[in-house]
């Protein structure tokens, strides 16, 4: 279940009480009149079966409350309660399967702003991956995979484009290719600096690599695999088993494929970084494609729900 904490003008306090109290699905409620300061207002707070979210939220935005007052939502670990039981039963459809979708704008709009922190993850993984590569090691791919910060901007890519947000979308975009340019520059210099030193040079690229070969010789599975994640990764951000999220991010080859791109730039072979900007280019597009089918198809079911 969620927490609902609204902070209401007195006026629209027995508008939002009737809306709250007309709802199956909603439950724990209390209201405190008086109580709340910045801004002024009464505060009323209840419980809602997550698969009924969307509906009782979007009712009480259209009272005008996110300007005159506040809504907070919070996520519910544990709750012992018959009436919450009940709630839950009388809810339409099941909560794991539920598409919260002012959950999932705010987390995307946070996924679209250019950090410090984004930005050292995204190079940090790439290095990570440039050393597999040259090594052959797929340990280290898959390391690289789970840090690479880069599924966040491309869930935010859909949702902007599901929403019909140009500005989101080109947020999005923006912080993918800063990202990605950023982290191969990173990479090119880092190679360069490894082979200065001694550590690696230009024959552990051009040699046989049978164990991560797959990484810049793309091909008809590359579509599969990444519309299969990004399929697998929209669920598991917008449903309740978002556990399911380290397996889509170990699936893909957008890091790995960026950082060979980037090992074949800074010893200047060509054909690797073609492949390898190729293998980018098809993980980068059917995950896309298939996040913003699944947005679509699931928002459809969430709508035909909530008119039941």
């Known amino acids: 279940m969620l927490h609902i904490r609204v902070i209401s003008p007195p006026d629209l306090t027995a508008a939002t009480v009737q809306l709250l109290e007309g709802s199956p699905a909603v439950t724990h409620l209390w209201v405190s009149e008086g109580s709340a300061r910045k801004p002024n207002g009464d505060v009323i707070s209840a419980d809602v079966a997550r698969e009924a979210a969307t509906g009782v939220i979007g009712q009480l935005r259209d009272l005008g409350l996110p300007r005159d007052g506040a809504i907070v939502v919070e996520r519910l670990d544990i709750i012992l309660s018959a009436a919450a039981d009940r709630a839950e039963r009388d809810a339409p459809g099941e909560g794991a399967d539920a ?69 989101q979308t080109r947020n999005a975009l923006g912080a993918l290719l800063s990202g990605f340019l950023v982290g191969i520059a990173g990479t090119i210099l880092f190679t360069w600096a490894i082979t200065a030193v001694g550590l690696v040079d230009e024959s552990m690229l051009i040699a046989e690599r049978p164990l991560t070969s797959f990484i810049w010789q793309p091909d008809a599975l590359s579509w599969i695999v990444g519309f299969l994640a990004g399929v697998a990764g929209v669920l598991a951000l917008t449903s309740a088993k978002s556990g399911a999220l380290v397996g889509v991010l170990i699936s893909v080859t957008t890091v790995p494929a960026a950082a060979n791109a980037a090992v074949a730039l800074a010893y200047w072979v060509p054909s690797e970084a073609i492949g390898s900007g190729v293998q980018l280019m098809i993980n980068l597009a059917s995950i896309t494609v298939a996040g913003v089918l699944t947005l679509l198809v699931q928002r459809a079911r969430q709508d035909r729900l909530l008119a039941r």
């Open 99 to 167: 598409l919260v979708w002012e959950e999932l704008e705010q987390a995307a709009g946070e996924e679209t702003r250019l950090s410090v922190t984004y930005l050292t993850f995204m190079v940090v993984a790439m290095l990570i991956a440039s050393i597999g590569v040259l090594l052959d090691q797929p340990i280290l791919i898959v390391g690289a995979m789970v840090v690479g910060p880069e599924f966040g901007p491309l869930v935010a890519l859909c949702v902007g484009i599901v929403a019909r947000r140009p500005r």
